[in-house]
């Protein structure tokens, strides 16, 4: 799921039933369907604009550029990589990049939007589910992304990691950034223990 900017409009994907879900966020209310063909859908991102979505389409994985105007693709964004599942996408605050992750060939990269080139592209421990998940804050700038049984904080230009911070018990499962982009959330689970907990992050 992700929400607009002006936070008039959530999207979802209905996983494995090929249509997206328009939500208007004051009627709590379904008031559009949008369908991208017979494809199993996972990632979602829209751009800071409100103009498009970015959906990701799995096996193989690649991105669909959906106009939210007129609701057509518009055009496909391939992921990196022999093989690829994309478990998270952001799109930087600029609207020039995407920040995507290949959880099959493990590696993160950076797509630029103006010729869908690979500007960086760098290995990740993300190949375990739900490893993989991106966090960006609104400044672009650093970029947060579940590994192992760590989170890297990683230069969003070049993709190197600038820290890693361990998460205190079992493993994470999302992430995301406060608005003003001071505390990462971090949602963890101990399945040995049958408990989760949330951890804020300065």
Not at 39 to 54: C, E, K, Q, T
Not at 89 to 111: E, F, H, K, M, W
Not at 123 to 129: N, R
Not at 179 to 186: H, I, K, Q, T
């Amino acid at each position: 799921m992700t929400c607009s900017p002006d936070g008039r409009y959530a999207y979802a994907t209905y996983y494995r039933y090929y249509y997206l879900a328009v939500i208007n966020t004051f009627s709590e209310a379904v008031v559009d369907s949008i369908y991208l063909g017979d494809v199993d859908m996972s990632g979602i991102a829209v751009s800071p604009d409100g103009n498009r979505l970015f959906v990701v389409v799995d096996e193989p994985s690649y991105i669909v550029v959906v106009s939210l105007s007129d609701k057509n693709i518009e055009d496909s964004i391939p992921v990196p990589g022999s093989a690829s599942h994309v478990s998270s996408i952001r799109v930087s605050p600029d609207g020039t990049r995407l920040y995507v992750v290949n959880q099959d060939s493990g590696r993160a990269c950076s797509i630029r939007l103006s010729d869908k080139s690979v500007e960086w592209q760098v290995p990740v421990d993300a190949w375990e589910s739900p490893a993989g998940q991106l966090a960006l804050p609104p400044a672009g700038n650093p970029l947060y992304l579940l590994e192992g049984d760590y989170m890297s904080v990683r230069e969003s230009g070049t993709g190197s990691i600038i820290d890693t911070i361990p998460y205190p018990s079992g493993y994470a499962w999302s992430v995301e950034t406060a608005p003003d982009g001071s505390f990462v959330y971090l949602a963890c689970i101990d399945a040995d223990h049958g408990n989760g907990t949330l951890v804020v992050a300065r």
